[in-house]
């Protein structure tokens, strides 16, 4: 399973744009990059999913360089109640299944 | 709709008793996922359920730990003789399947598991 690697923690202000780089340098071929956002005392929510270039949803974008070995994942805009962890992870979909595995997150900090 | 639920909430137990706890996914979704949470720390996998079976067990971090799945849906986390370490938050989480594109997990509120 890939392992990954992100900044313990970032801090940020209201209205900006936040990147949050995660590595993944031994991510196989049927992996995908997800990324979920855990606010204190809640389960972790998934924010956004992706392959390879870029993909957007409502929330946020996903970046994916052509090696795979990284991602990006851009939050536009932050506001204060983007506080939180954010995880990033690689999963095998292959035919046994997909297993999570969450390393210790990123902690955001967005500021007034 | 009903998302994951998960009974109990909190849970105080004393050391060396045995808990279950009890995950009640979204319906319909195949895959079910245990984790542990510590204070401040990331989530630790225990075991995934594709059905009813568990093709990885690799997670549990001893003899002590078992879960089960019944009817592909209702699933039972068992922590036998608890020691104080076990004290955690467990999370429940299901997803539509575990194939390409359907693996979203959702997640439950967690049970707080302490062991005094």
């Known amino acids: 399973l890939a392992k990954t690697t992100q900044p313990i923690s970032m801090d940020s202000y209201e209205g900006q744009e936040v990147n949050i780089t995660c590595s993944h340098n031994?991510?196989?071929?049927?992996?995908?990059i997800t990324w979920y956002q855990q606010f204190p005392s809640q389960g972790p929510r998934f924010i956004i999913q992706?392959?390879?270039t870029k993909v957007t949803n409502e929330v946020a974008s996903l970046f994916i360089p052509a090696d795979r070995k990284s991602s990006t994942l851009s939050l536009p805009r932050v506001s204060l109640s983007d506080t939180a962890v954010y995880y990033c992870?690689?999963?095998?979909?292959?035919?046994?299944?997909?297993?999570?595995?969450f390393g210790a997150g990123t902690r955001l900090f967005v500021k007034a | 709709g009903a998302g994951v639920s998960q009974s109990p909430s909190n849970k105080v137990t004393e050391k060396g008793k045995d808990v279950e706890l009890r995950c009640d996914p979204i319906s319909g979704h195949t895959a079910l996922y245990w984790y542990r949470q510590s204070l401040g720390q990331g989530l630790e996998f225990l075991i995934y359920?594709?059905?009813?079976?568990?093709?990885?067990k690799s997670g549990l971090p001893s003899d002590r730990f078992s879960a089960e799945r019944t009817g592909g849906s209702v699933s039972t986390l068992t922590i036998q003789r608890t020691q104080q370490e076990d004290s955690a938050v467990y999370l429940c989480?299901?997803?539509?399947?575990?194939?390409?594109?359907?693996?979203?997990?959702?997640f439950g509120p967690g049970t707080r598991l302490t062991v005094t």
């Open positions: 992870l690689v999963g095998d979909i292959g035919t046994g299944g997909f297993k999570t595995i």
């Open positions: 992706g392959y390879k």
């Open positions: 031994n991510i196989a071929t049927n992996d995908y």
């Open positions: 359920f594709q059905g009813n079976s568990a093709p990885d």
């Open positions: 989480a299901s997803s539509l399947g575990s194939g390409r594109g359907d693996y979203e997990q959702y």
